[in-house]
């Protein structure tokens, strides 16, 4: 996601474009968030198990 909102932004013809791309950025950097927020939950919820 983060690499096709860079290049869309690259080649964006008009502000509506800017925006899309920003939009979907945004929701890109919140899933990766979300993803190593789960993953160190799930590293954590391991290493009590060891």
């Known amino acids: 996601m ?3 909102a860079d290049a869309g932004d690259a080649v ?3 502000v509506g474009c800017g925006v899309l791309y920003g939009v979907l ?10 993803a190593e927020a789960e993953r160190q ?3 954590k919820k391991m290493r009590r198990k060891v």
């Open 2 to 4: 983060l690499e096709l």
């Open 12 to 14: 964006r013809e008009d």
């Open 25 to 34: 950025r945004d929701a890109a950097y919140r899933i990766k968030k979300l």
């Open 41 to 43: 939950a799930h590293l």
